[in-house]
């Protein structure tokens, strides 16, 4: 297998609205980002990937983009971001950026362009069709609500928006779109910066029909269009044009990849992407109402759906490893245990779970200080689109009860992962000195970066061991990966294998002693404790685990 940097970086995931407020205008920005870069030296991590910071409106907070070459403005400027990149780079830190080009903003200087009339030279940058029979041209339902067309008074067309209405769907089957795309990932490139992390790329190439989709519970049809036919046409002129040109490190979110289609989007042939975001292991509590609901995610189906993508892409093309992002709840308050008792431990078994598998780990800023998800007590308290929509469409057409709905956007909702970064326990948790734009977690008192750093046994510096120890053996980024116990509802235990070493990873996801016998090719050996969390320096061949516990042990 080649060995490249970024199969051996660690990436940090920065919200950058929830990260750091220089200015207490309640909002985080990019000095803030600057002022914490010595924070994510001393962390250890090798790559930061930035959510949106371009000019934008913010209906989907930056992921609806109105200039992709001009900063946001309650961000700072861009001489602050060339500070910042800079600053960065002189710390040796990567910065990713973030492409936003399945959709523009509705107030993008293109979309405004084309949708003056039929005959603009923008029009076909965009996605127009005929009603049908005074209605929309097909059932598509909208990610964020409603359907997925817009009618255009103006123009007398509809438009399309997978996403919110503020969130039009470029046409990459227009090569000037495609070429006006890449000219400006090319413009950021020679500015110096490291990467793309590519938003719902496999949406790109739409089914060319048009047909209907098949009708869920919201009434509307699935539009189907991940992986579309000509995504890996547009992905290798992509890389041609751009890509490589430059030593970038590039992960496409994904949401509908199959591992099939992942061998093609991350082929180690490097005709596309690096890796790409699979959505199997976070979907699997899904339902009929999409994503709210109770339901628990089932240890052997995660093992299962984590496996399959350990063993089939191995030589074929390269993971990415993620529990947590700014779209997903706290994975502590999901699969771990967030109570005062077990959240530390249960907080270094998934980071532990995770970084010794194979693929490039992903932190979401505060995982590594086991941040959980908000207590809500009301619907005011959400910020974000996609939980709004979805809490007014489904109680209004009484398909789920409010205060049912209510509890299961607090589980689930994404603003759980956009609460302000938890700094210190000084007031808003220091992260503005003004009034911060959403709600602070009241726990910030017990959880904050400031406390963690000072105490040797936080979840914090466990985080910056498991970043050291990918950087000290090989076997952590290149060894094979093996499944042990695949029915096993307590113990999530793999190993890893390379040139003649083992590595055990055992992990109980429960409140319960396990006593568990080690497999009979590691018996008799000694092996290292490489980490523990519970002060463990060895492993007895029958060995009794503790509520949460877990270890990394070389043979
Ligand atoms: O997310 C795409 C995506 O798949 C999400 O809509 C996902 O289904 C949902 O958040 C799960 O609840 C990307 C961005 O990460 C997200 O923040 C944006 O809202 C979205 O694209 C539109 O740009
Ligand atoms: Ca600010």
């Known amino acids: 297998m080649e060995k490249t940097w970024w199969k051996e970086s660690v990436v940090y995931q920065i919200y950058p609205r929830s990260f750091c407020d220089s200015n207490g205008d309640g909002i985080g920005d990019l000095n803030g980002i600057t002022g914490k870069l010595e924070y994510l030296k001393e962390l250890g991590i090798d790559v930061i990937w930035l959510s949106p910071v371009y000019q934008s409106p913010n209906d989907d907070n930056g992921y609806d983009i109105s200039d992709y070459k001009a900063i946001m403005e309650e961000f700072g400027t861009m001489e602050d971001y060339d500070r910042m990149l800079f600053r960065a780079h002189s710390l040796g830190i990567k910065i990713m950026m973030d492409l936003v080009v399945n959709h523009t903003s509705d107030e993008h200087a293109w979309f405004v362009e084309s949708r003056k009339s039929k005959d603009n030279p923008y029009r076909d940058y965009y996605i127009w069709r005929d009603g049908k029979n005074g209605k929309e041209p097909n059932n598509w339902g909208s990610c964020f609500g409603g359907s997925a067309w817009k009618y255009d008074e103006g123009s007398g067309q509809y438009f399309l928006h997978l996403f919110s209405p503020k969130q039009p769907d470029l046409n990459w089957d227009n090569q000037k779109v495609r070429k006006e795309v890449f000219d400006m990932m090319n413009w950021w490139c020679e500015k110096g910066i490291d990467g793309f992390r590519m938003d719902v790329i496999s949406l790109i190439s739409k089914k060319p029909d048009f047909q209907d989709g098949e009708v869920g519970q919201s009434g509307y049809g699935d539009p189907g269009c991940a992986n579309g036919p000509h995504v890996h046409e547009y992905l290798q002129e992509m890389n041609r044009k751009v890509l490589s040109k430059y030593d970038l490190i590039t992960v496409g979110e994904c949401s509908g990849v199959t591992v099939e289609e992942a061998k093609k989007y991350a082929s180690s042939e490097g005709t596309e992407l690096n890796m790409v975001f699979q959505f199997e292991h976070v979907d699997l509590d ?42 997903q709840p706290r994975m502590l308050s999901r699969i771990g245990n967030d109570s005062p008792k077990y959240r530390e431990r249960s907080a270094k078994l998934l980071g532990t779970c995770l970084h010794m598998m194979q693929g490039t780990p992903y932190i979401y800023q505060g995982e590594e200080l086991g941040m959980t998800n908000y207590p ?134 429960t409140e319960k002693e396990i006593v568990w016998e080690i497999p009979q090719d590691l018996k008799g050996c000694v092996g290292r404790v490489l980490i523990s969390n519970y002060g463990r320096d060895t492993l007895e061949e029958s060995v009794t685990l503790a509520a949460y516990e877990c270890a990394a042990v070389l043979y």
Request: net charge negative; proline share 3%; glycine share 6%.
């Open 376 to 509: 809500f007590t009301s619907m005011e308290e959400f910020r974000d689109i996609e939980s709004i929509n979805a809490y007014y469409e489904l109680t209004e057409k009484g398909i789920i009860a409010p205060e049912e709905m209510f509890d299961y956007i607090s589980y689930k909702g994404r603003d759980n992962a956009r609460t302000p970064m938890q700094w210190d326990d000084s007031s808003y948790a220091g992260f503005t000195s003004g009034t911060p734009w959403i709600a602070v977690n009241p726990n910030y008192k017990e959880i904050n970066a400031k406390e963690q750093m000072e105490r040797e046994d936080s979840v914090f510096h466990y985080y910056q061991k498991l970043i050291r120890l990918r950087k000290e053996y090989e076997i952590i980024v290149y060894g094979d990966y093996e499944l042990l116990l695949p029915d096993s509802r307590e113990l999530y235990v793999y190993t890893r294998s390379y040139e003649g070493q083992k590595l055990l990873v055992v992990c109980n996801f």
């Open 286 to 327: 899904g339902g009929e109402s999409f994503k709210w609901n109770h339901n628990k995610i089932r240890l052997p189906e995660l093992k299962a759906v984590m496996s399959k993508w350990q063993t089939e892409l191995a030589g074929k093309a390269w993971n990415s490893l993620y529990w947590c992002n700014h779209d």
